[in-house]
T-cell receptor, first 118, second 108 residues
Framework: DSGVTQTPKHLITATGQRVTLRCSPR?????VYWYQQSLDQGLQFLIQ???????AKGNILERFSAQQFPDLHSELNLSSLELGDSALYFC?????????????????FGPGTRLLVL | KNEVEQSPQNLTAQEGEFITINCSYS?????LHWLQQHPGGGIVSLFM???GKKKHGRLIATINIQEKHSSLHITASHPRDSAVYIC??????????FGKGTLLTVNP
């Protein structure tokens, strides 16, 4: 158990809908990262937050947005969903984030949210 | 050509064998990670390297910055090592790129 929790575990929705994925980092970790893993694209880095502020941005679509709250939990909002958004969405956390953005230090991954868009 | 290439794509071994998985990259990097993804989907970060060699139990990771190459070795492999191993690099511009992974199956 990494100490990172994600909810929900599974989500089935329809095209055009909007969903929110939630992540609670390990106690004491200030950075949260979001990743998408699909069958055709593999793992992709979406975005990183450090202590409430956006730190680094990857291949995140404009239809997607994220935020990190004062209690350090994070939410990833996916809107106008398309079939191609079906994927596993992972959240990870790390202690800092000042060391240099994504993968600048060891990250601890949550179990993921499996999203299916029908 | 992908910026991060892993080989082999698939690897089948017998329990006890020595395993090597390779990762080559074409960009300057500030760090390289090896991740392990189990059949259930969970991801574990195994190593973070910027130079040299690291060892954790039966796992050894090496990196050669000049040759832009890293290897992950597993000694005395065990069926519980069966997983997908993913190499990921952090570029000097903070761009993060993942390899496509190596599926390792260790048979008893």
């Amino acid at each position: 158990d990494s100490g990172v929790t994600q909810t929900p575990k599974h989500l089935i929705t329809a095209t055009g809908q909007r969903v929110t994925l939630r992540c609670s980092p390990r106690s004491g970790d200030l950075s949260v990262y979001w990743y998408q893993q699909s069958l055709d694209q593999g793992l992709q880095f979406l975005i990183q937050y450090y202590n409430g502020e956006e730190r680094a941005k990857g291949n995140i679509l404009e239809r997607f947005s994220a935020q990190q709250f004062p209690d350090l939990h994070s939410e990833l909002n996916l809107s106008s969903l398309e079939l191609g958004d079906s994927a596993l969405y992972f959240c990870a956390s790390s202690v800092g984030g000042l060391a240099g953005g994504p993968l600048g230090e060891t990250q601890y991954f949550g179990p993921g949210t499996r999203l299916l868009v029908l | 050509k992908n910026e991060v290439e892993q080989s082999p794509q698939n690897l089948t071994a017998q329990e006890g064998e020595f395993i090597t998985i390779n990762c080559s990259y074409s960009v300057g990097i500030s760090a390289l990670h090896w991740l392990q993804q189990h059949p259930g989907g969970g991801i574990v970060s195994l190593f973070m390297l910027s130079s040299g060699k690291k060892k954790h139990g039966r796992l050894i990771a090496t990196i050669n910055i000049q040759e832009k190459h890293s290897s992950l070795h597993i000694t005395a492999s065990h069926p519980r090592d069966s997983a997908v191993y993913i190499c990921a690099v952090l570029g000097s511009n903070y761009k993060l790129t993942f390899g496509k992974g190596t599926l390792l199956t260790v048979n008893p």
